[in-house]
Every structure is written in structure tokens, then in C-alpha cells.
């Protein structure tokens, strides 16, 4: 069992979630993110619930990049990690061309160099021991491109899946695995004010599927299964006009400017 996970970005939405699950795992946490006293209060919920488990937390800011290196470094010297999760990420945006640059390069430097410099560090931890998982959370918008506000968050999420798919065919057949997870629409924060979305699901069900495919270590995985598994081979694999537009219809309702 990966006994000591790291999942950054856990002060809310599917890292806290999925710090609950993982906890009741009995698995030991360390826990990142901007905002410290939502990391304090799901420590103190966690310790309530699960004395057994040993939970640490860290400020860090992703896009701090000394930080990155230096928080993850910190909490293996606590905590030896078998398992790294790279959460951390925004969903600001806006249509390019309207005057929101600031928007864009916001999401576009921390959901994706804010990643790359995760990966570094927790590469760092794991070549030194030549054991260990890294996981991406990329999103289902990666797989295609994604009109309006959603262009450069999908993007982003369609980088972090091939940086994750570089790194693991680098390292086949030695013991550091990656895996990359790609979440359909999962109720949360970023999404909270968007109503009646079809195949929306609620977090504790989503992140539970999340945290099944990541203890599986499969090299990727779309979750829930269904239907996202099936939609997601006709959005990647079969790109036409038709599955251009239904993937348009599908994310349509998930835009947002934040």
C-alpha cells in the first residue's frame, strides 16, 4: 500500500474530498494549499475522524516554484511519500481577444507550470528512491479543444496529460509509476454555481471513483467510468464535426469567468 500521500491543492473541492477517502484508507496525508486555515480545519476533521491517521499540512503556493521544491522536500523529511498528487489548479478564463489576458495567463501558468514544477520536485523525491507514483489530475476538457471561457483551461489540462504521458513512457518498466486521471463533471467549488448540468455528479460519488482509479495505478483513467470512458474515446479518438459539436454542447453549460 502507498502508505503517505502528498495532494496539493486539498483546502477544498476534490484534493479535500479526496484527502477524506484516502484518509479512510488509513492512509497517512500531507496536505497543500494556499489556504491555511481550510488546510487547519479538514486536519482537525480528519484527526477526529481517524486518530490513527498522521495528517501534515503546508502553505504553498504552486506558482511560487522555490516553494514547490522546498515544501515538497520538507514534507518527505516528515513523511517519506509514496504517492504525490498534483491537484493544485485554477478555472479562471475568458475568450481570448476580449481584454482578460491576465485571466488566461493566471490558469495557464498555474494549472500547467504550476504542475510541470510539481513534477520536478516529486521526480526529484522519487528517482532518489527509484520508488514512488505520480498522479495527474488532468480533466475530461483536455481531450478537446474547448470554446470561450473554457479555451485555455482545456489547454491546460490537455498539456498536463502529455506531460504526464512523456514522463510515463520514460519510465517503463522501472518502479516509479505515473498515472493520469481525467474527471468528468464532479460537483465542486469551481463548478458550484452551475445548475441542472447533465451527467453532473456530486463530489463524494466522483471523487470516490477518482480515488479507486488512482489506487489502481492504471497509466490513465476517465471517472465515473461511465459515461465518461466511452465519451471520452469518441471526443479523442474519432474527432468530426459531429463529436466537435457534442463536446461543445456537453462543456456549454460548465463555462464560467471567475
Same mark, same amino acid.
Request: hydrophobic share 45%; charged share 25%.
Given at each position: 500500500?502507498?502508505?503517505?500521500? =502528498?495532494?496539493? *491543492? !486539498? +483546502?477544498? %473541492?476534490? /484534493?479535500?474530498?479526496? $484527502?477524506?477517502?484516502?484518509? &479512510?484508507?488509513?492512509?497517512?496525508?500531507?496536505?497543500?494549499?494556499?489556504?491555511?486555515?481550510?488546510?487547519?480545519?479538514?486536519?482537525?476533521?480528519?484527526?477526529?475522524?481517524?486518530?490513527?491517521?498522521?495528517?501534515?499540512?503546508?502553505?504553498?503556493?504552486?506558482?511560487?516554484?522555490?516553494?514547490?521544491?522546498?515544501?515538497?522536500?520538507?514534507?518527505?523529511?516528515?513523511?517519506?511519500?509514496?504517492?504525490?498528487?498534483?491537484?493544485?489548479? =485554477?478555472?479562471? *478564463? !475568458? +475568450?481570448? %481577444?476580449? /481584454?482578460?489576458?491576465? $485571466?488566461?495567463?493566471?490558469? &495557464?501558468?498555474?494549472?500547467?507550470?504550476?504542475?510541470?514544477?510539481?513534477?520536478?520536485?516529486?521526480?526529484?523525491?522519487?528517482?532518489?528512491?527509484?520508488?514512488?507514483?505520480?498522479?495527474?489530475?488532468?480533466?475530461?476538457?483536455?481531450?478537446?479543444?474547448?470554446?470561450?471561457?473554457?479555451?485555455?483551461?482545456?489547454?491546460?489540462?490537455?498539456?498536463?496529460?502529455?506531460?504526464?504521458?512523456?514522463?510515463?513512457?520514460?519510465?517503463?518498466?522501472?518502479?516509479?509509476?505515473? +498515472?493520469?486521471?481525467?474527471?468528468?463533471?464532479?460537483?465542486?467549488?469551481?463548478?458550484?454555481?452551475?445548475?441542472?448540468?447533465?451527467?453532473?455528479?456530486?463530489?463524494?460519488?466522483?471523487?470516490?471513483?477518482?480515488?479507486?482509479?488512482?489506487?489502481?495505478?492504471?497509466?490513465?483513467?476517465?471517472?465515473?467510468?461511465?459515461?465518461?470512458?466511452?465519451?471520452?474515446?469518441?471526443?479523442?479518438?474519432?474527432?468530426?464535426?459531429?463529436?466537435?459539436?457534442?463536446?461543445?454542447?456537453?462543456?456549454?453549460?460548465?463555462?464560467?469567468?471567475?
Amino acid at each position: 500500500m502507498r502508505r503517505n500521500i =502528498l495532494i496539493t *491543492g !486539498a +483546502s477544498s %473541492g476534490l /484534493g479535500a474530498e479526496m $484527502a477524506r477517502q484516502f484518509a &479512510a484508507k488509513g492512509h497517512n496525508l500531507a496536505l497543500t494549499a494556499r489556504r491555511t486555515e481550510r488546510l487547519e480545519a479538514l486536519q482537525g476533521e480528519v484527526a477526529s475522524r481517524y486518530p490513527q491517521v498522521q495528517v501534515v499540512i503546508h502553505s504553498l503556493d504552486v506558482n511560487d516554484h522555490d516553494q514547490v521544491f522546498e515544501v515538497f522536500r520538507k514534507i518527505d523529511a516528515e513523511l517519506p511519500l509514496d504517492r504525490i498528487i498534483v491537484n493544485a489548479g =485554477l478555472g479562471k *478564463g !475568458a +475568450s481570448l %481577444g476580449t /481584454g482578460r489576458f491576465d $485571466a488566461n495567463r493566471q490558469t &495557464a501558468l498555474t494549472n500547467f507550470v504550476g504542475a510541470l514544477a510539481q513534477a520536478e520536485a516529486a521526480m526529484e523525491l522519487f528517482r532518489s528512491r527509484n520508488a514512488g507514483h505520480l498522479v495527474f489530475i488532468s480533466s475530461i476538457s483536455g481531450l478537446r479543444g474547448l470554446p470561450k471561457t473554457v479555451t485555455t483551461y482545456a489547454a491546460t489540462k490537455a498539456g498536463i496529460a502529455s506531460l504526464a504521458e512523456g514522463l510515463r513512457m520514460e519510465l517503463l518498466g522501472k518502479p516509479i509509476k505515473v +498515472s493520469t486521471i481525467y474527471p468528468g463533471y464532479i460537483r465542486s467549488e469551481m463548478n458550484e454555481h452551475v445548475a441542472n448540468t447533465p451527467l453532473i455528479v456530486d463530489t463524494e460519488p466522483g471523487v470516490r471513483a477518482i480515488v479507486a482509479a488512482i489506487e489502481s495505478e492504471k497509466s490513465k483513467a476517465y471517472v465515473p467510468a461511465w459515461p465518461w470512458a466511452p465519451l471520452a474515446q469518441g471526443d479523442a479518438v474519432r474527432p468530426t464535426r459531429r463529436t466537435e459539436e457534442d463536446a461543445v454542447k456537453r462543456h456549454r453549460a460548465l463555462t464560467f469567468e471567475m
